[in-house]
């Protein structure tokens, strides 16, 4: 290394270079500084949306872990990350590239993939660096935390850039691994997205400067300009293949074979309403197993409850009432898609948002679409379709609209759409989350994470002065974000 430098100064030397940089020689010509933004959005798709996560199942009492205590389960969580900003990094890097060739969909993409990372990150604590979450780059490493209500105005707006940005007179987009560079397939995914948001807000109609009832409105009855989800075939949803680094996240896992069980609270509303989705989710129990009762018997199937104390759950696995997880989610590389959101929830929302006049469609026509449409995912036949939607517990009743269209909600979300199956049980109270013995918040589901340990250390003026803001200075689980409040 030393003879390298002595080279070097020698020919600056020789050449009379007085201004000689020793920065010239630190760049490789055989190394590209540039990526393609196709590149850049593959890795993007890929970084945001594997999401496919045990741990939400467990705090939305979908399943519960039984070879040791899990605080999502038993409600003792405290901390989480800002590993979200790290993808934002590769959305700049992304823009960046866009605007390097010209080519404006990449950008609105991502727009749309920077609102749904700051969505969650706001979901997840309340309020969050959003205005200067990428000042980095100018050299601002501490950045202000937005009020929850400015964050969410903000990715709306951003939302509806993204939107109108896509043109189909662009050039063709390399690299999406979502939807081959379907165009109108990422309009109908932004704008679904969209309203899922607006949902979100349903506690502040009427109280918020952002006109949510209006903006729903505008969106479902201009579909020209707003096109949404019109099938599973438009699921934001990530694919799974046999190839190695694309396989199902919980492909050959053991835990998934022996750890994690049903629980009851998920089971019961599809054993005790002959739900047939069950039986593509759940695998028959081992007393059900001895007795040999056939899959296709809903008494054959049985949940623990994730709610009871570490022992007490044991002795009711070891009573053999518990039901595992379909076998296919370990042994298929390709089980199913990873759904970020799915035209089902879609109409969920839809049959809400009628429920509360905000539309004028039919609510139980939505509503029935969502069931259909969740139970086609699964290939239920529709002869067991309509035999569900006509029975007692599925069939619409107005009265108790939004207990129902959330209970249907809540069904559809095993293993997808992240966090959303707690996220929205939290907004409505829909369906009831147990806490028992076992769990480690008093009798509260908590409704937030506490922010990051780092950021006491690297930006504790702006963290404190948004605790003081939201919660009188104290990050605290049971804190109550502007959302809810």
Not at 29 to 47: D, K, S, W
Not at 100 to 114: E, G, H, L, P, S
Not at 145 to 161: N, P, S, T
Not at 437 to 460: C, F, I, K, M
């Amino acid at each position: 290394m030393k003879k390298l430098h002595y080279c070097i100064l020698v020919i600056c030397a020789l050449l009379n270079f007085n201004s000689c940089d020793f920065d010239d020689y630190q760049d490789d010509p055989n190394r590209t500084t540039q990526a393609t933004p196709g590149l850049v959005l593959t890795n993007l798709i890929v970084n945001s949306f594997n999401i496919v996560d045990a741990a939400p199942m467990l705090a939305s009492r979908m399943l519960v872990y039984t070879d040791g205590l899990d605080l999502n389960q038993y409600y003792g969580w405290t901390r989480s990350g800002f590993e979200p900003y790290d993808q934002l990094r590769q959305v700049f890097k992304l823009i960046e590239e866009a605007e390097r060739v010209d080519q404006a969909n990449y950008i609105a993409i991502a727009k749309f993939i920077k609102a749904y990372h700051i969505y969650n990150l706001t979901m997840t604590f309340g309020d969050v660096p959003y205005s200067e979450a990428l000042s980095g780059f100018d050299n601002n490493y501490l950045p202000v935390y937005d009020e929850q209500e400015a964050i969410f105005d903000g990715i709306l707006q951003e939302l509806e850039a993204a939107n109108n940005q896509l043109s189909f007179s662009e050039p063709e987009l390399t690299g999406d691994v979502l939807f081959n560079g379907d165009i109108l397939k990422w309009k109908k995914a932004i704008n679904s997205f969209r309203l899922r948001i607006l949902m979100t807000l349903s506690e502040k109609s009427g109280s918020s400067t952002i006109n949510i009832e209006e903006q729903f409105a505008t969106m479902v009855s201009n579909a020209s300009n707003y096109p949404i989800m019109e099938s599973n075939t438009d699921n934001l949803a990530l694919e799974y293949f046999d190839v190695a680094g694309s396989r199902y996240p919980y492909f050959e896992n053991q835990n998934l074979t022996g750890a994690y069980l049903m629980e009851q609270t998920y089971v019961n509303f599809m054993k005790d309403n002959e739900d047939p989705r069950l039986l593509a989710i759940g695998s028959i129990s081992a007393n059900a197993q001895a007795e040999g009762l056939s899959d296709n018997d809903f008494n054959a199937y049985g949940g623990l409850d994730g709610s009871a104390s570490f022992d007490e759950l044991n002795a009711q696995r070891a009573s053999g009432i518990g039901s595992l997880v379909n076998l296919r989610y370990s042994v298929d590389p390709s089980a199913e898609t990873g759904v970020v959101m799915s035209y089902a929830e879609l109409q969920f929302i839809l049959a809400e948002a009628a429920a509360l006049g905000w539309i004028s469609g039919n609510a139980e026509t939505y509503y029935t679409q969502g069931i259909s449409a969740n139970m086609e995912f699964y290939n239920v036949e529709q002869p067991l379709i309509d035999n569900y939607i006509s029975g007692e517990f599925a069939a619409y009743n107005a009265a108790n609209a939004i207990e129902q269209i959330n209970t249907q909600k809540y069904l559809t979300y095993f293993f997808t759409s992240g966090w959303e199956s707690y996220f929205n049980q939290r907004r409505t109270g829909f369906p009831n989350f147990s806490v028992g013995e076992g769990t480690l918040n008093g009798d509260l589901v908590p409704v937030r994470w506490l922010y990051p340990e780092a950021e006491s250390n690297v930006n504790q003026s702006n963290l404190e002065e948004a605790l003081q803001r939201q919660y009188g200075g104290e990050d605290n689980i049971n804190g109550v974000m502007w959302l809810l409040n």
